[in-house]
């Protein structure tokens, strides 16, 4: 059901956004924060940073004006 959820949603983004040229940067203070993931944090920076998805996600948040490292409240 979340990955339904998440597919349809970046389904709308792509029709507001064009994907961003590089994927965002993954802070490591984030991802040790997230234990029931069954994989370790590279695994786990591996994984996402291999999904176009990213690009998405990093457009509508810049575009919406925010910065990236605000979504992660490292700042």
């Known amino acids: 059901m979340a990955m339904y959820a998440v597919e349809s949603y970046l389904?709308?983004?792509n029709?507001?956004?064009?994907?961003?040229?590089?994927?965002?940067?993954?802070?490591?203070a984030a991802l040790a924060s997230m234990p029931a993931?069954?994989?370790?944090?590279?695994?786990?920076r591996t994984c996402l940073s291999e999904l176009d998805a990213q690009r998405y996600f990093r457009a509508y948040v810049e575009k919406d004006g925010w910065r990236w490292a605000q979504v992660w409240n490292l700042q």
């Open 37 to 44: 993931c069954d994989r370790d944090e590279a695994g786990v």
């Open 15 to 28: 029709g507001f956004v064009t994907p961003a040229k590089a994927r965002p940067e993954l802070p490591s």
């Open 11 to 13: 389904n709308v983004l």
